[in-house]
């Protein structure tokens, strides 16, 4: 079976810190999967919120996260607490990738790194929308 292999950029635009509580731990005693993910949506939240936005406004338009790919690197456990740094790649007319490495903070050691698919999203009239010029230029090319 192929592996996912996802590479991280040099810089990212906005990164944010995130402590794991007993509820993010499975029976193995570490990070649960889905529960990474959950992490992931939070610095998303935040990633929009940085830059003034929200999922569901960016210059009028909201976004739809269209898949996701994560490669784990590393154990976590409760009591740790994990950076989340977030940057955009492989723009289209209708989306990009945000790509995000998750590192725990006292030691620096990679945890996970992942991407996901967005899709920019008109509610209103339920269907795709084009990337805001906005976003394609406050948050590419860190």
Same mark, same amino acid.
């Given at each position: 079976?192929?592996?996912? @292999?996802?590479?991280?950029?040099?810089?990212?635009? &906005?990164?944010?810190?995130?402590?794991? $509580?007993?509820?993010?731990?499975?029976?193995?005693?570490?990070?649960?999967?889905?529960?990474?993910?959950?992490?992931? *949506?939070?610095?998303?939240?935040?990633?929009?919120?940085?830059?003034?936005?929200?999922?569901? +406004?960016? +210059?009028? =338009?909201?976004?739809? =996260?269209? +898949?996701?790919? /994560?490669? $784990?690197?590393?154990?976590?456990? $409760?009591? +740790?607490?994990?950076?989340?740094?977030?940057?955009?790649?492989? &723009?289209?007319?209708?989306?990009?990738?945000? /790509?995000?490495? *998750?590192?725990?903070?006292?030691?620096?050691?990679?945890?996970?790194?992942?991407?996901?698919?967005?899709?920019?999203?008109? $509610?209103?009239?339920?269907? @795709?929308?084009?990337?805001?010029?906005?976003?394609?230029?406050?948050?590419?090319?860190?």
């Amino acid at each position: 079976m192929a592996r996912i @292999k996802i590479v991280v950029p040099d810089e990212f635009v &906005f990164s944010t810190e995130l402590p794991l $509580y007993i509820q993010h731990i499975n029976y193995g005693q570490h990070l649960d999967n889905a529960a990474l993910l959950m992490l992931v *949506a939070e610095a998303r939240v935040r990633f929009f919120r940085h830059f003034g936005w929200s999922e569901l +406004d960016v +210059d009028g =338009v909201g976004i739809v =996260v269209a +898949d996701a790919a /994560v490669q $784990y690197r590393s154990e976590a456990f $409760y009591g +740790d607490t994990l950076r989340l740094s977030l940057a955009t790649a492989d &723009f289209n007319d209708y989306g990009c990738d945000l /790509v995000w490495l *998750a590192v725990e903070t006292s030691s620096g050691r990679e945890v996970a790194r992942g991407k996901q698919g967005i899709v920019f999203f008109d $509610y209103s009239a339920r269907c @795709k929308a084009r990337v805001p010029d906005v976003f394609r230029a406050r948050t590419a090319g860190a």
